[in-house]
């Protein structure tokens, strides 16, 4: 079998075997398949598509490609949470402690930022020492030790899904809903939890760029979970404007942190009771979602979730002094106002603009190997639906450098667009799969 006959096979829109995945996916992971010629089949898998049945078998493939993590001596249903990506995108942050310490045992399998979304290890990262390179081992054994663990999917666990990931993530062929579903469930099975609650998000900040699509995505996923003999549910969720106020690593830890101590905004809180309402139910933690919701609000009340986080970073060999004190998390050292040019209602945000300028301030990725600034990004003060007035801050930027800042601003101020009627606040749930 030769790489270049497959890739020349799914160009022409042809189905691929069982065994051809197999050896593209084998042969990719132990390096004989060079990332070019990975790069072209992405593309072209992209461009033409999977059936139902090339999904299945390259996301079983990309799970044994590696170690697969046996969580079966936890004690519990173990849940694992995964989001499709977004911008702003932080309720993992707040639901791996707070669903944690309403009693769920969280098994969270994570990734790094991809495309212009970011991505939950990068903002783990924020607590200096936090240690994600776990084993599959010492995985299983923190999960039952402290009732959550975040270990990144690189390592022995999904090797095939990282180096895809990565790839993916410099060559544009992130927004395929195949290639999507295969590394989110492949990471998935492969980190051995019993349920999964997926988070897809829809609109221009997401992969999925509409309900329609979101929504197909969700099911793909649920289905592809489900057949692995998982129970798994899905809530669709708005990105046509990032999620809440924070975008950029540090920033939205911050926002999860304030969440966690009770002062979050409207749009965070809503939707991690949501999303922690589907784990605690998937979990059996609660049997109905007005029980879970009490539970969820003791836990954030009684200060119970933010002491789970610090058990959880201080046993991962994480500095806990940022829970606290944010000066101890990285910090931008150029800060300013985002002056609006115009008057108006804000119509609508083109959310990835919001996503690419943290980019170019150095918040994520624009080649494999970049390092990202974790201290640098966006606190949005106006969104869809608000009224503006000329020379009032639309957002405060966070940069450390004035040419970074430059760019990003033009971009941030162009991704807005006004209107001289009321416009509508947009609404953040348009789904849930049970
Ligand atoms: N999250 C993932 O883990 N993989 C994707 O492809 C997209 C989002």
């Known amino acids: 079998m030769r790489m270049i006959d497959l890739i020349i096979k799914k160009r022409n829109g042809r189905e691929l075997s069982k065994e051809e995945i197999d050896f593209m996916v084998g042969g990719f992971t132990a390096g004989s398949i060079p990332d070019y010629q990975m790069s072209a089949m992405m593309m072209a898998i992209l461009l033409k598509g999977m059936t139902d049945e090339e999904t299945v078998n390259l996301t079983l493939a990309m799970t044994n490609s590696g170690e697969k993590v046996d969580l079966s001596k936890v004690s519990g249903i173990t849940v694992d949470k995964h989001s499709t990506g977004g911008v702003g995108d932080k309720a993992t942050l707040v639901l791996l402690p707070l669903t944690a310490s309403c009693g769920l045992k969280v098994a969270k399998m994570s990734g790094r930022g991809l495309g212009h979304t970011g991505g939950t290890t990068d903002k783990f990262e924020c607590f200096k020492g936090f240690n994600m390179a776990l084993s599959a081992g010492e995985f299983a054994e923190a999960v039952e030790l402290r009732g959550a663990c975040l270990a990144s999917a690189y390592g022995d666990v999904c090797p095939a899904d990282r180096k895809m990931y990565a790839l993916r993530d410099v060559t544009g062929t992130v927004e395929s809903l195949p290639l999507i579903a295969s590394s989110i469930v492949s990471k998935k099975l492969a980190g051995g939890a019993d349920a999964f609650v997926f988070e897809v998000m829809s609109g221009s900040g997401a992969f999925m760029k509409n309900d329609d699509e979101a929504t197909e995505l969700a099911r793909s996923m649920v289905k592809l979970g489900r057949m692995a003999g998982k129970k798994c549910s899905a809530v669709i969720t708005n990105m046509d404007q990032p999620l809440g106020a924070a975008v950029g690593n540090s920033l939205e830890m911050i926002e999860a942190l304030e ?112 390092e990202v600034d974790l201290s640098v990004g966006v606190v949005i003060h106006k969104k869809v639906g608000d009224r503006v007035e000329k020379g009032e801050s639309l957002a405060t930027i966070y940069a450390n450098s004035k040419e970074k800042l430059e760019e990003a601003k033009e971009i941030f101020l162009s991704s807005y667009s006004f209107s001289d009627n009321k416009t509508e606040h947009q609404k953040l749930l348009h789904g849930i799969i049970e």
């Open 259 to 370: 969440t966690l101590k009770g002062r979050g905004n409207a749009e965070t809180n809503e939707l991690i009771y949501a999303l922690g309402e589907q784990m605690l139910l998937i979990g059996e933690i609660a049997s109905t979602k007005e029980e879970a919701h009490k539970k969820l609000k003791e836990a954030i009340d009684s200060g119970a979730a933010i002491e789970k986080l610090k058990e959880i970073v201080s046993g991962q060999g994480g500095d806990i002094r940022g829970i606290d004190d944010y000066s101890y998390l990285p910090t931008a050292s150029i800060t300013e106002k985002i002056e609006s040019d115009l008057s108006g209602y804000v119509a609508s945000i083109k959310c990835d603009d919001i996503g690419n300028a943290v980019r170019i301030l150095g918040g994520g990725r624009l080649v494999k190997e970049d």
